[in-house]
T-cell receptor, first 109, second 113 residues
């Protein structure tokens, strides 16, 4: 079993829909990261969370430490949100990121 | 403030050759981590450097090595290239080691033929 599991693996939605991507992890963590990767490879760090909730524009990330679960939400989705979204965790004593396999999001106009 | 810069962006090498990739972190950042991304294995941690010292290493063979210079720039080297080394190599910089925000470069896409 992977330490970091994401669901769904692939998600296709219509423009304007509310999107939720989930991440579950099995280890104790000091922080969780949400990353966005567009075709071509470059990765952008969206959020780093250790508790609660963060919001940036149309993106919202939440984390429940007790349940070892995080969600990334996108409101009013747009075709430019199409990308792979990757969850990564900083586990205690590890000092390196462990990644989920990513969720490929496609927003159709 | 300039972002993380990786060079070159694309590279084609033949089996058995060696390759050196470069990563310039954000100014003031002292930690540089390297990752390999392949379709089959996803993103995997290679190693982390902080203040010119390797702090952590992933499960990769000794053909993969790296170093960090006094200006925090980092290089990674892969010797005796194999077809399976074809991947996107990403580096990320952070202010310090441990739990801090990581900023990623655009990556170097290496193709081994």
């Amino acid at each position: 079993k992977n330490e970091v599991e994401q669901s769904p693996q692939n998600l296709t939605a219509q423009e304007g829909e509310f999107i939720t991507i989930n991440c579950s992890y099995s280890v104790g963590i000091s922080a969780l990261h949400w990353l966005q990767q567009h075709p071509g490879g470059g990765i952008v760090s969206l959020f780093m969370l250790s508790s609660g909730k963060k919001k940036h524009g149309r993106l919202i990330a939440t984390i429940n430490i007790q349940e070892k679960h995080s969600s990334l939400h996108i409101t009013a989705s747009h075709p430019r949100d199409s990308a792979v979204y990757i969850c990564a965790v900083d586990s205690f004593g590890n000092e390196k990121l462990t990644f989920g396999t990513g969720t490929r999001l496609t927003i159709i106009p | 403030k300039a972002g993380v810069t990786q060079t070159p962006r694309y590279l084609i090498k033949t089996r058995g050759q060696q390759v050196t990739l470069s990563c310039s972190p954000i100014s003031g950042h002292r930690s540089v981590s390297w990752y390999q991304q392949t379709p089959g294995q996803g993103l995997q941690f290679l190693f982390e450097y902080f203040s010119e010292t390797q702090r952590n290493k992933g499960n990769f063979p000794g053909r993969f090595s790296g170093r960090q210079f006094s200006n925090s720039r980092s290089e990674m080297n892969v010797s005796t290239l194999e077809l399976g080394d074809s991947a996107l190599y990403l580096c990320a910089s952070s202010l310090t080691t441990g739990t801090t925000a990581a900023f990623f470069g655009q990556g170097t896409r290496l193709t081994v033929v």
